[in-house]
């Protein structure tokens, strides 16, 4: 099975609580309490999701976070990246070098293509998306270019 990490998906959760809370600058605190996740946790992501410039962080009495940019134009693709690194189904198709066998590979075009339509989705995802899922809303991706749209 594919799927991301734990706190990636923690990620997520982190970034659609500070999300609803736009004019807010919210405490590491009330983060973990509303996201219901540990502190020391929250605090491990807000480090990473502010090292991509996700977050915006404030010191003093009151300190705290938010959103570097509006929720609209954050993707998920950024989150996942903040946290995973390059988006990627395989070493190969994220980079090239990563592997020995990749002159004479006869499935490395493929997985790239499998993962440039698996990052055009995710970039056509925003957290303002996440934060409000519309219960009939589909992701359309057309397989021979990799684009996402939204309908």
């Not at 736009?22 to 509303?34: F, H, K, M, T």
């Amino acid at each position: 099975m594919l799927r991301v990490s734990r706190l990636t998906d923690y990620a997520t959760v982190v970034m659609t609580c500070i999300a609803a809370h736009p004019d807010d600058v919210l405490s590491a605190v009330q983060i973990a309490e509303e996201a219901h996740l540990e502190l020391p946790t929250v605090s491990k992501l807000l480090k990473a999701l502010g090292h991509a410039d996700l977050v915006e962080s404030f010191r003093g009495v009151n300190g705290g976070y938010r959103l570097a940019r509006s929720a609209s134009e954050i993707s998920l693709a950024e989150i996942v990246e903040a946290l995973e690194g390059p988006i990627g189904m395989t070493e190969c198709s994220v980079a090239e070098g990563q592997c020995d066998r990749e002159s004479q590979c006869g499935v490395r075009g493929s997985w790239q293509r499998i993962s440039s339509v698996l990052d055009n989705t995710l970039r056509a995802v925003s957290l303002a998306e996440m934060l409000k899922p519309l219960p009939n809303r589909r992701i359309a991706v057309t397989v021979k270019t990799g684009e996402a749209t939204t309908e």
